[in-house]
Structure formats: structure tokens, C-alpha cells
């Protein structure tokens, strides 16, 4: 017994390092990342891992205002935030319908809804793109949050549908007899309940828009209304690049989201693994 | 209450989507005959003017490939103050709006604004299929009359000579901005520690000047394979030595698999063993900086790299020479931006005003004073101000007997340009001559040659 | 209350909206997308109908296609394996330690969250020869590879590099999917299991691998159907370079249509993928997706 908790002691040893170590892989990139953000580009190539001389905060003021990632992340928090209220909205309507009321296709629907979930962007980036050109709505965030609420649509109405069928019948009775209306059991009773739901497909939903890259960077060209992955790209210039100040772009673009993860980690992962789990 | 407030909110905006959501959808079952981006150019042009029009001021949109707030790259700002002045000087007048990217999605966003009928009034463009893109559908505008009107073609060196990329059929597409030819740079420093005292004038030399750099310790060459276009200004010098006709290629009447473009490439790979030794990897940037850092002995780039090399390394300006790519019998790679009008534009007046300011004196002094770059008119300028090595870049492209654009925007797509520069970075990497060219030959086959 | 749940008028209401949006910007769109793959159709003329054309050109002609479909079976492939792999393992360990438990699974986490733009950007600066690791390495006296640049062998290097940063980047959603159906495997198994002299690993290739083998569906789904959309990573680390070595469909797809304008080309390579990303759904359902098991 002896030898065997002294072995087990010795096997936990070795777990921790091995998982301290990977936590160093997974620390040390985004470490190294601030720091040579505070570094200048004239030194940057000649000693790339010498200590700067001189913190150059500047570098991330020229990022956010001269770089415009101010006003990116402003245009990242108003799409991706319009799109939350909008998909939590239309997706749980939908949702309460396929998943409480009583109609014969609401199997078709829910199948149709969730064929979604296969489908790449790509596919239908195309075709999008020249209709919403010829309408003018390139260019502009209404653009960029019809395809974004589209897409996250199906996983939103899985996973509210799931919620609002393991809701008891009998709250929406007693509410029936009270006179309640369908709309309002649906504002009163079901939205009020789902409250978990909400926040997984919500969290699910932001996370995947904030990080969208490829259709925000074909249906947008305007500075003004670049989101912040875009942004991202544009210290490349035409015969040389700012190579510090792209880097404190960098830190700009994940400081938010590292900052509201570190606050509500737990929360984080538990919702978004929620999510996957019913996905 | 509150919570009843927020439902009406949020439902009333869900309304105002849906009704964009469904306008978005109303016709699109009958989209995929009806794709024809062409007609609705005039429509929008008009819609833009008719705000302008109200306030009295004429809006113009400029779009250009590099971000002017936050570039360093010199030519970029003088731009933004040239636009600043514009705009100055015409207030209440017209006013010019500037859209931006960065040069990787310049043409991808141009096309795009194009293909959406929303072409800008004014982009600029560089010579060469990239312009024969919008000349050829009518989406450029014939400048020449604009250029005749007032004695502005005669402020240019050389008069119509200065337009011989930006004309077609005897029609001027594109006003030139500025020149910027392809040299070689060197560290005058090194050359001496190794012993050489004249430059080489012909391929031998070159090779020659090499080994006695290495011999010394030095690394003769620094270039960016990593970016792609680099790599490939130099396989253009070669190829263009060797007699290689771009256009009885484009045309089909020569082949990628010929002894001339063999032996260039040969070349190619004879003289990247004394590339540096990273140079598969590196960026531009971070070739340039390893030759102003000093830990290279010769640079072949574009003049534009002047003010990158001098802003980043004050002191290297007086160690740094320059010289014309040997063997190529007075040939020089030269580049020009470029500015178009778009055929729908509603304020003609107002783009060719505009167009003018990148002309005068005052840009056109500190193009040559600042940027480093080669003035397009006659204007005076102070030659002390400008960088040293500008005077050098002058006197290889004075001394020039004729010049021609860089290899990939002189093919006949800009697919194919991409793909010549493509496979020269492969066959730097390692894939055969053969094998490489054997590749460029299919992709003309199957893309070029059959159309 | 029947009568309630019933009420056509209703239902529309709380249907429409979402039935209309996705219609009109998805469903619809793929069927364009599927004829303009029939088409000849540049960005400034009208499509025109060439039928298999530019599947005969995708298949015989275009060399790129060919690297972009092994690349992309590549990343299918080696992500579902090591994302098993390394998802089980860490979500193995992170339930046997008490202490810290919690600091490891939101780090590892972490990259999740971030936007994969950013990340590869990053990563592609830490692989640059003048920046980053081989500047360490060659403090001690080692020689790097040209990490994003090598164009030898079946894979190139690239593909691994970026493979391992997406394993980096995605790891930590396989683990947390195995640790949520871990942590609900009820505790006395394991106490019962004990008690008959079982150690930790036989309980682990006894107890937990048969029982969590309903998530290990949906984690392989998961995995597979990202791995064929991957694009971000590639594009801020590679591009597609050295000379197409490293596209992948997405890219390829994305330089066909909006670089060279090629949209009729482009939808073909997207109604592959499409194609691709069926196939695999349906493959993982039928063969490894298997009822819950009573727990």
C-alpha cells in the first residue's frame, strides 16, 4: 500500500509538470507578443529578444488611433452586438415555435434549420456577395450582420428549442387559464426560464462573430467600418511593414477578449462546452 | 415595465431587419441570369452626387493602396498632404474622400467596387495588364484630351514619351505620378574590404563581385523570397538579359520551356547560393533591413526602398551605393504609380483638378526630395535636399537605353504574374528548372494560350 | 391551451423571420452557388453556362486543386486523430488532479476564444526565421528550419506547423467535451471498480473510453467539419505559399474567386467542399455515433 500512494505520489509529480509545461506553450506566445509590441522596429530585427530600451507605448497608441483598431473594435462590439440581440430574438421565436406549439411541420422546419449547421461560409459567400453588392449593402455593417445572424441561427434554435421541451407543461396551462396570450407566455414565461439557454447560444454566438474573418474581409472595404480581425492586416503596406506597431495590434485585437475570459472563465468554457455538447 | 420596453425595442428593430432581410430576398430567385453589374454605374454615381450636390460641394472618392494615416512609407505621405492641400484649396469647392487598403487587397476590392457599379472617381492603378483590366471594359477614362487642353502634357519630362505604358491606341488611361527603377544597392564599405574597386557590368562580374565578397566574410546578397514579387524582379532582370520576349510569349509565338528562359533561370539558381542564408523565409522588409543593418553586402530592389533604408539607418546613407543591374545591355526595371478616372465619374472637373495636384511642382519636388522617388515633370529641385542615393538611381536610369515594367505585371493576367513569380520562388526552393518551367508552360496552356 | 398552441397565425409570426433570413441568405445562395459552378462567370460579364467545365478544369488541369485536396484530407485527418488523442489524455489528467485543476483547464482553454486571425498572425511571427524560435535556437548553436517555407516531402513542414498550432489553438474544446462527460460518469464505477483491484488506467480503458464514446462522436464531428472550413490560420500565417504549397480548398477557393475573379471556378471548389462536408457528417453519424448509454 505503501509503495503504491508513494508511486502515485511521484506519478502526480509528473502530471503537474507535464501540464505546467504545456501551460508555459500556451502562456508564452502571448507573453512574448506584448513584449515585442513594446519594442521599436529599428531594433526589432538586430536583437529581436534584447530587452527595449524604452517601453514604446506609443506603438499602441499609433495602433489604435492612426491604425484605426479604435474604431474597428467599436464596429466589432456594434455587429457582433446587434447580431446577438437580433439571433437571440428571432432564433428563441423560432424556437418556442418548433418546440412548443403544435404544428405538423415543425420536424420539416427543425431539419431545415439545421442542415445549416453543415454548411461552410464559403459556399455561399458567392452568390451573397454580388446579390448584396447590387443592392449597396457591401460596404455597410447591415451587410455583414445579415450573414452573421443567418449562420448562427441554427445552432441558436437547437439549443433553445431543447430548453423550451424541457420546460413543464404545467406553467403554460396555469398561464393558459389565467388568460394568457401565446405571445406573452412566450415573453413571461419561456424567454424568463431559458436564461441558461440564452447565455450559452449568446456567449456562442459572439465568440464565433467576433473571430470571423473571411466575410468581413470580402464584403468590407471602408476603413471606417473595417471590423478588428480585418484591421488586423492593414500594417502590411505596399514596400514595408510596421512590424512593432502590428504587433501591438495584435495585443489590441485579444486584450478584450482575454480580459472578459479571465473575469468569467469559468462561465466561459462551461457555456460554450454546453453548447458543443448539444450542437 | 422595463422589460416591456426592451420587447418593444427589440421587436421593432427586429421588424426593421426584416424587412432589409426580405427586400434583400425578394428578387433573388431570378438572380442568376440577371447578374449584369454594368447598368446600375450610372445610377449610383448619380446617387452619390445627389448629396453633394445639395450642400454645393462636389464630392470625389480617390482610392488608394496603402493606408495614409497609418503608412511610413514616404511617397504615402506625401500623397496625404497632397490630398490635404487638395482639399484645402478647393473648399467649398470639391472635396476628395479617400478609401484605403492595403496593397495585398487593393485590386480584389477594387474589382469588387467596379463589379458593384460603385467605381471610385479617381484610383490609382500601376501600368500594365493591371490597367488593361479597366481600360479594356470602358471603365477608365480617355485622358488625353484633359492632358492637351492646358499645357499640362508639356510639364511632363518628355512630353507624350512619358505616357508610353499608359496609352493605348494612341489614347492616354493613366497620368504617372512618379518613376522608380530597379537597381542595385551596395555597401561601399564592404565593397572596398573586398577588393573591388569597379562595378561589375556584366554577369561574370556579378558572379565575380560575389565570390570576392564571400571570400571576405561578407553576405553578398540579401533578398525575400518570403514575398514572392522580390524574387521575381530579379528572375525579370535575368530573363530580360537573356532576350526573353514577354510578348511573343503572351502571344504564343515563344515558349516557356525555350533555351533563353532556361538559361536565365539557370542563372537564377546560380546565383542564389549567395543569397543569404534565411532569404527563403525572410519578408521585403526584413531583406532590406538585413542590408542596412549591415549584414549584407548588395540589395536589389526598387528606389522606393531609399527612404525605408535611410529613415531606418541615418548613418548608412554615406556607405551606400548604387548601381545598374549588370549584363542587362541598358535595360532598367521601372515602375510608375499611376492615376485613372472612371468613365462614369459625375465630376470630371473636379477628378482632373485633383489629378493635377499630384503633378505640380510642390508634389513633384518633395517626390524627388523626400520620397526619393523620380520626378515625373520637369520641376527643379534641390538635389542637396534630396536622399544620395537618388542622384545615383538618376544617373542609371539617365544612362538607360530603354526601360521595361516588372516581369509579373507585364504578363498577360495578373494570374499569370502571380504564377511566374510562384514558380521562381519554387525553383529557388529547390524544385528543378525543368520541372518549375514545365509548370508555367501548362498554366499558359491551360489559361493563357486558348483564350 | 390546445386551441393555443395551435394558432396558425402565431406560429407564423414566430417562424418567419428566421425561415425567411435563412432562405434568402442560405439556402437560396447554395443553389446559386451550385449553378454559377456550371458557369463561366467573371465578376464584370454575366455567368454563362459551360457545364462540368470547371470540374474537368478542377480535376485534370489545376495543380493547385490537387495540393488544396490533400492538404485539406490532411488537416482532416490529423486533426480528428490528435484532437482524440490529445483531448482524452488531457481530459484524463485534468479529472485526476484536484489542486489547480480549474488554471489549467481555462488556459488551455483559452486560445478558444481568441480570434484565429490575431493567432496567426502571431504564430507566424514566431516562426519567422529573423524573429522568433530559430533566434533561440541559435543561441544555442542550432539551426532552425525554414519553418512556413520547407517544400520537401508528402506534407511539408508548413502543413505541420500550422496543424499543430490549430491542435494548440483547439485542444482545449475536445477536452472540455471529455471532461463533461467524464465528470457525469457516476463515481461508485469507479469505487466498484477499485475495489476488484483495478488501477487507474484499466478503469480508464474499461470504464470511461466505452462510456464517453457517444461525445467522442460529436467532439470527431466537431473537429472534422472545422478542419475542412479552415481558412484564418492559413491565411494570416502562409497565404497559400510558397507557391501554393499550403492552400487549403478554403484558400484556394478565396484566391480563385476574389483575387483573380474567377466566381463561376470558385463556386465549384465551394460546392466540393460542400460536397466534402456532407460526406463526413454523414460517415461519423453512421459509424460512430452509438446511443447514450444509461448512466
Not at chain 1, 77 to 104: E, N, P, Q
Not at chain 2, 125 to 147: E, F, H, R
Not at chain 3, 39 to 44: Q, R, S, T
Request: hydrophobic content about 45%; proline content about 4%; aromatic content about 12%.
Amino acid at each position: 500500500m505503501n509503495t503504491r500512494k508513494k508511486k502515485s505520489k511521484i506519478s502526480t509529480k509528473i502530471i503537474y509538470i507535464f501540464l505546467s509545461l504545456l501551460a508555459v506553450v500556451y502562456l508564452l506566445p502571448l507573453l512574448w507578443v506584448i513584449y515585442v509590441s513594446l519594442k521599436d522596429d529599428k531594433t526589432l530585427f538586430v536583437s529581436p529578444w534584447a530587452l527595449p530600451e524604452r517601453l514604446m507605448f506609443e506603438n499602441y497608441t499609433f495602433a489604435w488611433t492612426a491604425g484605426r483598431l479604435g474604431v474597428a473594435t467599436l464596429n466589432s462590439a456594434l455587429v457582433c452586438g446587434i447580431t446577438l440581440i437580433l439571433c437571440l430574438l428571432i432564433g428563441s421565436m423560432a424556437a418556442f415555435a418548433i418546440g412548443r406549439m403544435r404544428w405538423k411541420l415543425s420536424g420539416a422546419m427543425m431539419t431545415y434549420f439545421l442542415t445549416g449547421m453543415m454548411i461552410p461560409v464559403h459556399c455561399i459567400l458567392i452568390p451573397v456577395f454580388t446579390r448584396f453588392s447590387k443592392m449597396h449593402l457591401t460596404n455597410s455593417q447591415v451587410g455583414l450582420i445579415l450573414p452573421y445572424l443567418t449562420l448562427s441561427l441554427p445552432i441558436t434554435i437547437f439549443i433553445m428549442t431543447g430548453f423550451f421541451q424541457s420546460l413543464p407543461n404545467e406553467l403554460f396551462e396555469s398561464a393558459c387559464i389565467d388568460g394568457c396570450s401565446i405571445y406573452r407566455s412566450f415573453t413571461h414565461i419561456a424567454l424568463p426560464l431559458s436564461k441558461t439557454g440564452l447565455f450559452v447560444t449568446g456567449l456562442m454566438t459572439f465568440v464565433a462573430n467576433w473571430n470571423e474573418l473571411l466575410l468581413a474581409m470580402v464584403f468590407i472595404s471602408d476603413d471606417a467600418k473595417k471590423t478588428l480581425p480585418v484591421s488586423l492586416s492593414k500594417f502590411v503596406g505596399p514596400y514595408n511593414t510596421n512590424y512593432s506597431q502590428m504587433f501591438a495590434a495584435i495585443v489590441i485585437a485579444i486584450i478584450p477578449t482575454i480580459i472578459v475570459y479571465c473575469m468569467f472563465s469559468n462561465q466561459i468554457v462551461e457555456g460554450l462546452t454546453a453548447g458543443a455538447v448539444k450542437g | 415595465m422595463k422589460k416591456k420596453v426592451l420587447s418593444v425595442l427589440l421587436s421593432t428593430a427586429m421588424v426593421a431587419s426584416m424587412l432589409v432581410g426580405c427586400g434583400g430576398g425578394s428578387d433573388a430567385p431570378a438572380a442568376p441570369a440577371a447578374d449584369n453589374g454594368g447598368s446600375q454605374d450610372t445610377a449610383s454615381s448619380g446617387d452619390a452626387a445627389a448629396p453633394a450636390a445639395s450642400e454645393g460641394v462636389e464630392e470625389i472618392t480617390w482610392m488608394f493602396w496603402d493606408d495614409l494615416n497609418a503608412t511610413e512609407d514616404l511617397i504615402s505621405i506625401g500623397y496625404k498632404d497632397t490630398v490635404e492641400r487638395f482639399n484645402k484649396d478647393y473648399e467649398g469647392k470639391y472635396h476628395v474622400n479617400v478609401v484605403t487598403t492595403n496593397l495585398e487587397e487593393y485590386y480584389p476590392k477594387l474589382n469588387a467596387l467596379v463589379a458593384a457599379g460603385e467605381t471610385p472617381d479617381c484610383f490609382i492603378v500601376s501600368p500594365g495588364p493591371n490597367l488593361d483590366v479597366y481600360v479594356d471594359p470602358g471603365v477608365a477614362a480617355d485622358l488625353t484630351d484633359y492632358l492637351k487642353a492646358d499645357g499640362w502634357l508639356d510639364t511632363f519630362n518628355g512630353g507624350e514619351g512619358a505616357f508610353s505604358q499608359q496609352t493605348y491606341d494612341g489614347k492616354i488611361y493613366a497620368v504617372p505620378l512618379n518613376i522608380a527603377a530597379a537597381c542595385v544597392f551596395y555597401n561601399t564599405e564592404m565593397f572596398e574590404a573586398a577588393g573591388i574597386t569597379t562595378m561589375p557590368t556584366d554577369w561574370q562580374g556579378m558572379l565575380d563581385a560575389c565570390d570576392k565578397l564571400q571570400a571576405a566574410g561578407y553576405t553578398p546578397l540579401t533578398i525575400s523570397a518570403g514575398t514572392a514579387w522580390c524574387l521575381s524582379m530579379l528572375a525579370g532582370y535575368l530573363c530580360d538579359s537573356e532576350g526573353v520576349d514577354l510578348a511573343a510569349i503572351d502571344s504564343g509565338n515563344a515558349s516557356w520551356l525555350d533555351a533563353n528562359v532556361v538559361s536565365a533561370t539557370n542563372k537564377l539558381v546560380e546565383i542564389s547560393k549567395y543569397f543569404q542564408q534565411t532569404a527563403a523565409g525572410d519578408t521585403n522588409d526584413v531583406a532590406t533591413a538585413n542590408f542596412y543593418n549591415e549584414e549584407a553586402a548588395m540589395l536589389i530592389q526598387g528606389s522606393w526602398a531609399i527612404a525605408q533604408i535611410n529613415g531606418a539607418n541615418p548613418d548608412f546613407e554615406s556607405k551606400c551605393g548604387v548601381f545598374a543591374f549588370p549584363g542587362t545591355d541598358g535595360r532598367v526595371i521601372a515602375k510608375s504609380d499611376s492615376l485613372a478616372m472612371s468613365a462614369k465619374t459625375a465630376h470630371p472637373d473636379a477628378v482632373i483638378a485633383f489629378m493635377k495636384y499630384f503633378t505640380d511642382d510642390t508634389a513633384q519636388k518633395y517626390t524627388a526630395e523626400v520620397g526619393g522617388k523620380i520626378p515625373v515633370t520637369t520641376v527643379e529641385y534641390d538635389a542637396s535636399k534630396a536622399p544620395a542615393q537618388l542622384e545615383y538611381v538618376m544617373d542609371v536610369f539617365g544612362n538607360a537605353k530603354s526601360t521595361f515594367g516588372f516581369y509579373n505585371e507585364s504578363m498577360a493576367t495578373t494570374e499569370a504574374g502571380a504564377f511566374f513569380d510562384d514558380t521562381m520562388v519554387s525553383i529557388y526552393l529547390g524544385t528543378p528548372v525543368e520541372d518549375g518551367l514545365a509548370s508555367l508552360e501548362d498554366f499558359y496552356k491551360n489559361n493563357v494560350w486558348n483564350k | 391551451m390546445d386551441k393555443l398552441l395551435r394558432d396558425k397565425k402565431a406560429i407564423v409570426i414566430f417562424v418567419a423571420p428566421a425561415f425567411l433570413l435563412f432562405t434568402f441568405v442560405l439556402f437560396i445562395p447554395i443553389c446559386q452557388s451550385v449553378y454559377y459552378s456550371f458557369c463561366e462567370y467573371n465578376a464584370l460579364t454575366a455567368p454563362k453556362f459551360i457545364g462540368f467545365e470547371n470540374y474537368r478544369q478542377l480535376f485534370t488541369i489545376d495543380r493547385t486543386m490537387k495540393i488544396a485536396l490533400k492538404n485539406s484530407l490532411f488537416f482532416l485527418v490529423f486533426s480528428v486523430v490528435t484532437q482524440l488523442i490529445a483531448g482524452l489524455i488531457l481530459a484524463a489528467l485534468l479529472t485526476n488532479i484536484k489542486r489547480g485543476r480549474d488554471f489549467f483547464k481555462n488556459v488551455y482553454y483559452l486560445p478558444c476564444v481568441l480570434s484565429s486571425a490575431a493567432l496567426g498572425l502571431l504564430w507566424m511571427f514566431v516562426f519567422t526565421p529573423k524573429l522568433g524560435i530559430n533566434q533561440i535556437l541559435a543561441q544555442f548553436g542550432i539551426e532552425g528550419p525554414l519553418w512556413l517555407m520547407d517544400t520537401k516531402g508528402f506534407i511539408i513542414l508548413p502543413m505541420w506547423v500550422i496543424a499543430s498550432v490549430s491542435l494548440w489553438q483547439y485542444v482545449g474544446q475536445s477536452m472540455m467535451l471529455y471532461m463533461a462527460q467524464i465528470s457525469g460518469i457516476s463515481g461508485t464505477l469507479y469505487e466498484a471498480s477499485y475495489i476488484d483491484g483495478c488501477t487507474k488506467t484499466q478503469a480508464f480503458r474499461y470504464i470511461t473510453l466505452p462510456l464517453i464514446r457517444p461525445m467522442v462522436a460529436t467532439a470527431m464531428s466537431l473537429n472534422a467539419i472545422g478542419s475542412l472550413k479552415f481558412f484564418d490560420l492559413i491565411f494570416n500565417m502562409t497565404e497559400g505559399g510558397p507557391n501554393h504549397m499550403t492552400d487549403v480548398l478554403a484558400t484556394h477557393l478565396y484566391q480563385q474567386g476574389f483575387k483573380y475573379f474567377k466566381y463561376g471556378y470558385a463556386s465549384a471548389i465551394g460546392t466540393i467542399l460542400l460536397i466534402m462536408c456532407l460526406i463526413v457528417t454523414f460517415i461519423i453519424n453512421k459509424f460512430v455515433k452509438v446511443d447514450n448509454y444509461e448512466m
